[in-house]
């Protein structure tokens, strides 16, 4: 079993710029693939980023690409989300999570999740 807890959200202004980290626990990080998910009010979960166990390979929505940088250190058991150039649609809770099977934007490939971390865009 793997426990992750995400940490690193909050209220930032349009244009700031937020890091959230997600910290396993229970097993290593380092034989997953990795995920970033969001969820905003009234609205489904949405695939934002995925890093492949090495950290070779990534993947993002478009609606972050060229803004959001998602990385890993195997070594700290923790995988990163840099958040760039924020705007006010990137408001959400922001989930990561682990795949025993591979890199993909599928929800359903993902067996752990963490508990969420607001994150939240003012005008």
């Known amino acids: 079993q793997v426990q992750l807890v995400e940490s690193g959200g909050g209220l930032v202004q349009a244009g700031g710029s937020l890091r959230l980290s997600c910290a396993a626990s229970?097993?290593?990080?380092?034989?997953?693939?990795m995920g970033w998910f969001r969820q905003a009010p009234g609205k489904g979960r949405e695939f934002v980023a995925t890093?492949?166990?090495?950290?070779?390979?990534?993947y993002y929505a478009s609606s972050v690409k060229g803004r959001f940088t998602i990385s890993r250190d195997n070594a700290k058991n923790t995988a990163y989300l840099q958040m760039n150039s924020l705007k006010s649609e990137d408001t959400a809770v922001y989930y990561c999570?682990?795949?025993?099977?591979?890199?993909?934007?599928?929800?359903?490939?993902?067996?752990?999740w963490g508990q969420g971390t607001q994150v939240t865009v003012s005008a």
């Open positions: 999570a682990a795949s025993e099977v591979y890199s993909t934007n599928d929800a359903r490939e993902y067996a752990y």
């Open positions: 890093i492949n166990w090495s950290g070779g390979s990534t």
């Open positions: 229970g097993r290593t990080l380092s034989t997953y693939a």
